[in-house]
């Protein structure tokens, strides 16, 4: 099976839940079927989408949809189980208190985890994982890099082995472009579209990787400036907000010119007045490319 | 202006998730307390450019004094160096310095020692620390690293210091080195095999890299233990005050009310919760919907963003009421421009002193 995946992320708070979200909605509907990967210990999904609970195995959310928590831990722990295949041994081993101390902070453990279970269909080793399509709602950037390097450095600092073997692979699927994306979102602010440059040329230098950026919640309005000039001498609330959305887009405009430097593939999401969930995702997903 | 407000705090702790606006927050608190006088430092974990120009310690790591200031306290400020305090503490901790060098060249060290999940909490902690036992400063004020949760924070050091615990090197180490190879030494049999199905799945070269990594570091292990109990005491301690920074949707509204009652379990003290960027500042939810005519493509922006904002509006009552019970709570209006420089910061911290008033 050719599966695709799909990793999205960005600075700490641009969106990129919701943008995972829409991404993963728009693939199910092209008739794909997908999994929704959240990374960590606790479900923004559960709280946001109001589900019963999300946890390590899928819950359908949607036709061809449904949604899972990775944490390293029970990546770690299905993979081992897979090929340790004696229950009462994989129970010796996960039960054991030092172990379970040691899987948490080894360095680079989890995160090689994660890496793994996520490339796993592409490289055809451990269980199965039976979607057309990943969607990663991934870590934020500097976790993200960190994700991204512990294939590479393990890989060096293990050159031999199945350690060493399994993280040049992850290494090598994770560079493929036929089968992985990323998609860095960002806002109309300062500070989110720096960050998003800097991992966009990150991402080129040590993966060769092309990042696309998404820049979300863009005021999308025809208004004349004439108009908004116009408004703002009326002094009352109104002229208050003609002066807030010229201020606003003036800047928008500004960042947009410095995000198109970027030599990146770069689409806008309009900001929607939506505070429910499911009709955002689905607003998003219908103009996302 | 309030001037018990943080008066008897000797260190704060800002926590939110990421995007929050965290940092902001945090050097708005220092500047209110140098104005009630205090000798204040403010440690940051990634300040904004335009912040980190404000504050004077653009390119610099070190503890400066915020230029420009005219505040009847002292205002300094810091980025926390992340290597550098991970590479200090452990010069600190081992008790050779050739033995500081080996873990200086362990590959898993140096992985471990950027930015891998739980080490950047750990140094913004030991930073701390060693700031406040200097007791050069009235009060620290400490942004946290961004985080997706803001829970994360406060579990990110246990779990660290479970790398140095004692029983994981042991599992490495072989003492005569030769009697019966790598795990000859290892007393449990039930341990000797967990060790097996590590090494079928990982490889040898992986269990002695691991196994170097930990016996190297386990020497480091008895300054850090003792330096967990210690921040733990000052992490607890009454004079210690924690503010939630959260921005206002329904999921984060959600996990403040988790934090809150995560935080009282474990005996911190949580004081303030501040909502950053709330509404826009040309809002006023209160006015009437009057029609104006003439701008009918405005208008209906105008009361598009309203109404999204006043449903908003009911959310985040429903969550004032319950939080108040625990911290006071200050909103913050949306100021829509960039902070660039130290005036932009008092503007603020004068909203979060009238914000106090208020309440």
């Known amino acids: 099976m050719k599966q695709e995946i799909h990793f999205v992320t960005g600075k700490g708070g641009v969106g990129k839940s919701v943008i995972a979200a829409a991404l993963a909605l728009k693939k199910s509907k092209e008739g794909k079927k997908v999994l929704l990967v959240e990374l960590g210990d606790q479900s923004f999904f559960k709280d946001f989408l109001d589900l019963p609970e999300v946890g390590y195995q899928p819950t359908a959310i949607a036709p061809n949809l449904s949604v899972a928590l990775w944490t390293g831990e029970a990546c770690l722990q299905e993979y081992a189980r897979h090929f ?21 902070v080894a ?60 993280s040049r692979s992850i290494d090598a699927c994770i560079r493929n472009k036929d089968l992985t994306s990323y998609h860095i979102v960002t806002l109309p602010e300062e500070l989110p579209v720096k ?20 820049m979300n919640k863009v005021i999308a309005t025809d208004l004349p400036l004439a108009s908004l000039k116009e408004a703002q001498e009326e002094g009352s609330d109104l002229g208050k907000f003609a002066a807030y959305i010229e201020h606003q887009l003036e800047h928008q405009r500004a960042i947009l010119e410095k995000a198109k430097q970027v030599p990146s593939d770069l689409q806008t999401v309009p900001l929607y007045f939506e505070t429910n969930a499911w009709p955002l995702i689905q607003k998003i997903a219908e103009v996302l490319r | 202006m309030s001037s018990t407000l943080f008066q008897d705090t000797k260190v704060l702790i800002c926590v939110g998730s990421g995007g929050v606006g965290k940092t902001t927050v945090a050097a708005s608190l220092a500047v209110l307390a140098a104005k009630e006088g205090r000798r204040v430092l403010v440690l940051t974990i990634d300040p904004a450019k335009r912040l980190a120009q404000t504050l004077g310690i653009e390119g610099s790591k070190d503890i400066t004094k915020v230029p420009g200031q005219n505040f009847a306290g002292e205002l300094y400020a810091s980025v926390i160096d992340h290597k550098k305090t991970f590479d200090d503490f452990v010069a600190r901790a081992a008790r050779k310095a050739e033995s500081a060098e080996k873990i200086y060249k362990n590959r898993l060290y140096q992985q471990l020692s950027t930015n891998l999940s739980g080490s950047q909490e750990f140094t913004a902690l030991e930073k701390l620390y060693s700031c406040y036992e200097s007791g050069e400063f009235d009060l620290i004020i400490l942004d946290t690293p961004p985080t997706k949760h803001a829970i994360d924070f406060l579990h990110a050091p246990q779990k660290l210091s479970a790398l140095f615990n004692e029983g994981v090197a042991k599992w490495f180490r ?92 474990g005996g911190y003290h949580l004081t303030t919760v501040v909502l950053n960027r709330v509404f826009p500042y040309w809002l006023d939810l209160r006015s009437e919907d009057k029609s104006q005519k003439g701008h009918a493509g405005l208008v209906s922006l105008y009361s598009q963003m309203r109404s999204y904002y006043n449903q908003r509006d009911l959310i985040y009552q ?14 913050i209006p949306d100021l829509v421009k960039d902070i660039s420089d130290l005036r932009g910061l ?13 309440a």
């Open chain 2, 174 to 265: 072989d003492p005569e080195g030769k009697k019966s190879g790598f795990f000859g030494q290892l007393l449990q049999t039930g341990t000797r095999q967990v060790l097996k199905i590590l090494e079928s799945l990982t490889g040898s070269t992986f269990i002695h890299e691991l196994g170097d990594f930990f016996i190297n570091i386990e020497q480091c292990q008895e300054q850090l233990l003792k330096r967990t109990v210690d921040v733990h005491r000052l992490l607890v301690a009454p004079s210690t005050q924690f503010c939630l920074v959260t921005s206002f949707d329904q999921a984060k509204l959600k996990e403040a009310e988790y934090f809150s009652r995560e935080i009282k379990k």
């Open chain 1, 195 to 214: 960050e998003a440059t800097e991992l966009f040329q990150r991402l080129k230098a040590e993966f060769e990787i092309s990042a696309d950026l998404i």
């Open chain 1, 84 to 104: 340790i295949k004696v229950e009462s041994l994989a129970k010796l081993f996960f039960e054991n208190a030092v172990m379970k101390a040691f899987i948490n």
């Open chain 2, 346 to 358: 008092e503007e603020l911290s004068g909203l979060i002193a009238e914000g106090e008033k208020k």
């Open chain 1, 107 to 166: 360095p680079a453990l989890p995160e090689l985890a994660i890496m793994g279970k996520v490339t796993s269909g592409p490289r055809k080793h451990g269980p199965a994982l039976p979607f057309d399509c990943l969607v990663v709602d991934a870590f934020a950037t500097g976790h993200f890099i960190a994700l991204l390097e512990a294939p590479k450095g393990m890989a060096q600092a293990v050159q031999f082995g199945p350690m060493g073997e399994q």
């Open chain 2, 318 to 331: 429903q969550f004032e009421a319950n939080i108040r019970k625990e911290a006071r709570v200050f909103r």
